[in-house]
């Protein structure tokens, strides 16, 4: 797997604007985290260009209106999920997963459901290894 850039968690929240209606404009970013976060636009506007600097985000200049960007996301919500995963799991679990798992299994309230699709994963995870 490519090593992805590290993204801040106030980089998260743009993504997260980005990939939930790409492509799209600054200005429709800043729209979209008005009712989330209470930043200035023109932090918004420097988180968008760290995230085009990082090669997380390319840009078409819209054909009308040569002064309007959108933006896009240059990687999948997926893949940068996978890798901060990895990146925690490594950070702070030494890559051991089946000790981050016993950690947040005793930490968090668990339905029945919960543990219920826990189990199966596990099995499905387990019948992959024996096929």
Not at 33 to 49: C, D, M, R
Not at 72 to 82: A, D, F, H, N
Not at 88 to 96: A, S
Request: aromatic share 8%.
């Amino acid at each position: 797997m490519q090593k992805l850039p590290q993204i801040s968690d106030a980089e998260w929240q743009v993504m997260k604007a980005i990939w939930s209606q790409a492509p799209c404009t600054a200005n429709q970013v800043i729209e979209y985290l008005s009712e989330i976060v209470t930043w200035q636009p023109k932090t918004i506007k420097t988180l968008i260009n760290r995230l085009l600097k990082k090669k997380v985000l390319g840009f078409k200049i819209d054909p009308q209106d040569k002064k309007t960007y959108h933006y896009y996301p240059l990687l999948s919500e997926k893949e940068c999920v996978r890798a901060e995963s990895q990146s925690f799991l490594h950070r702070v679990f030494d890559g051991l997963p089946h000790i981050m798992l016993a950690n947040f299994i005793e930490e968090c309230e668990l339905s029945r459901e919960d543990i219920a699709g826990l189990k199966q994963i596990l099995e499905e995870k387990e019948q992959k290894k024996t096929t």
